[in-house]
């Protein structure tokens, strides 16, 4: 079978491997699509701190079952699945506390484990999630980022009917979250300095969405929000000026998610932080309930996942998505790889 292996930062090798088989408590999963994040582009050009090369790349992963092993209940050749690429130690305290996505010795497939970037991929029957049949292979693909959003959103409790949402920044996390906090019920001002992004975010039913690079945030969220404000801000770039704005515009008592990777680390206006009772809130990855969840939103329609893939390659040409990426200057949204 071909795998697509990153050899060094911006070379990608085609290789020829043995196919895989399951072992007694694995599934092997035939993949059909794979998209590319943020996360990988760090990786692309040797940005990422905890990847080493060479690495099989991907973790946004559609597929079908191949074959299962022995032990495997619940799943047959031709199901569509998508699967959590996190693999934990199961010993630490998170893990034995039902926390196993911020395990002490976490690793993630297509990071510091071999990813889905081949014909052939085994994992562990208990990682791997049946998608409904009526379900696309690009929508299936689109589960874990998905995933990552409805976990952001439990971290603040969730989110309710008529709560007035700020999400700051327009990427592919970013619009998922507000998407997924739209689908709720809530009222949702997104921003960006894209013009493009906020399109999409547009063009995918959110409420409002400000460039913050023409139109001041303080009036701006006044107008939308009411006098109120948010009462929910989610930060989704990780950059420091957007995570001073989360912190300078919060309404007092308002909880922050830091759902953006910050490459740099920021500097926080902490005062403000403890004299408005401020809360701020991490989160990392998922757990099944979220990929449950995200999974349950897609199959239902609840979301825009087509309006957000702007490119599409054949896996023969994974190198060139890369260079494509690089080529729109930040318009782009989903990058998505086909292996059929």
Same mark, same amino acid.
């Given at each position: 079978?071909?795998?697509?292996?990153?050899?060094?930062?911006? @070379?990608?090798?085609? @290789?020829? %491997?043995? @196919?895989?088989?399951?072992?007694?408590?694995?599934?092997?999963?035939?993949?059909?699509?794979?998209?590319?994040?943020?996360?990988?582009?760090?990786?692309?050009?040797?940005?990422?701190? #905890?990847?080493?090369?060479?690495?099989?790349?991907?973790?946004?992963?559609?597929?079908?079952?191949?074959?299962?092993?022995?032990?495997?209940?619940?799943?047959? +050749?031709?199901?569509?699945?998508?699967?959590?690429?996190?693999?934990?130690?199961?010993?630490?305290?998170?893990?034995?506390?039902?926390?196993?996505?911020?395990?002490?010795?976490?690793?993630?497939?297509?990071?510091?484990?071999?990813?889905?970037? &081949?014909?052939?991929?085994?994992?562990?029957?208990?990682?791997?999630?049946? %998608?409904?049949?009526?379900?696309?292979?690009?929508?299936?693909?689109?589960?874990?980022? %998905?995933?990552?959003?409805?976990?952001?959103?439990?971290?603040? /409790?969730? %989110?309710?009917?008529?709560?007035?949402?700020?999400?700051? /920044?327009?990427?592919?996390?970013?619009?998922?979250?507000?998407?997924?906090?739209?689908?709720?019920?809530?009222?949702?001002?997104?921003?960006?300095?894209?013009?493009?992004?906020?399109?999409?975010?547009?063009?995918?039913?959110?409420?409002?969405?400000?460039?913050?690079?023409?139109?001041?945030?303080?009036?701006?969220?006044?107008?939308?929000?009411?006098?109120?404000?948010?009462?929910?801000?989610?930060?989704?770039?990780?950059?420091?000026?957007?995570?001073? &704005?989360?912190?300078?515009?919060?309404? +007092? /008592?308002?909880?922050?998610?830091?759902?953006?990777?910050?490459?740099?680390?920021?500097?926080?206006?902490?005062?403000?932080?403890?004299?408005?009772?401020?809360?701020?809130?991490?989160?990392?990855?998922?757990?099944? +309930?979220?990929?449950?969840?995200?999974?349950?939103?897609?199959?239902?329609?609840?979301?825009?996942?087509?309006?957000?893939?702007?490119?599409?390659?054949?896996?023969?040409?994974? @190198?060139?998505? #890369?260079?494509?990426?690089?080529?729109?200057?930040?318009? #782009?949204?989903?990058?998505?790889?086909?292996?059929?």
């Amino acid at each position: 079978m071909q795998q697509a292996v990153m050899t060094a930062p911006g @070379r990608i090798e085609f @290789r020829d %491997v043995a @196919r895989p088989a399951a072992a007694a408590n694995q599934v092997l999963i035939q993949v059909k699509r794979i998209g590319i994040c943020g996360s990988d582009i760090h990786v692309f050009h040797g940005r990422h701190p #905890y990847t080493s090369y060479p690495v099989v790349q991907g973790h946004e992963v559609a597929g079908v079952v191949a074959e299962v092993g022995d032990q495997v209940m619940g799943l047959a +050749p031709g199901d569509p699945v998508t699967f959590m690429p996190q693999i934990t130690c199961g010993r630490c305290y998170p893990c034995a506390h039902g926390q196993h996505h911020i395990c002490e010795s976490l690793r993630v497939m297509g990071f510091q484990a071999p990813g889905a970037a &081949q014909e052939f991929l085994p994992v562990a029957a208990d990682q791997v999630l049946r %998608v409904p049949g009526h379900v696309s292979l690009d929508q299936i693909a689109m589960v874990e980022p %998905v995933a990552v959003a409805v976990h952001a959103l439990a971290r603040a /409790g969730g %989110v309710l009917p008529g709560q007035r949402v700020l999400v700051l /920044g327009a990427g592919t996390i970013g619009n998922l979250v507000a998407q997924v906090a739209h689908a709720a019920g809530a009222a949702v001002l997104i921003t960006d300095v894209s013009e493009f992004k906020l399109d999409k975010a547009r063009a995918c039913g959110i409420d409002w969405a400000v460039n913050t690079s023409q139109e001041d945030l303080r009036p701006a969220i006044r107008r939308y929000l009411g006098p109120d404000r948010a009462d929910l801000v989610l930060e989704c770039v990780g950059a420091p000026e957007t995570m001073a &704005q989360a912190v300078a515009h919060a309404r +007092p /008592g308002t909880t922050i998610v830091v759902v953006g990777v910050f490459g740099e680390p920021p500097t926080v206006d902490l005062a403000r932080v403890q004299n408005c009772e401020l809360g701020l809130v991490g989160t990392l990855m998922y757990q099944k +309930p979220d990929y449950e969840q995200a999974i349950e939103l897609v199959a239902g329609g609840k979301l825009c996942l087509e309006e957000m893939i702007t490119h599409r390659f054949p896996f023969a040409e994974y @190198r060139q998505a #890369y260079s494509a990426i690089e080529a729109a200057w930040g318009r #782009y949204l989903k990058v998505m790889i086909a292996l059929d």
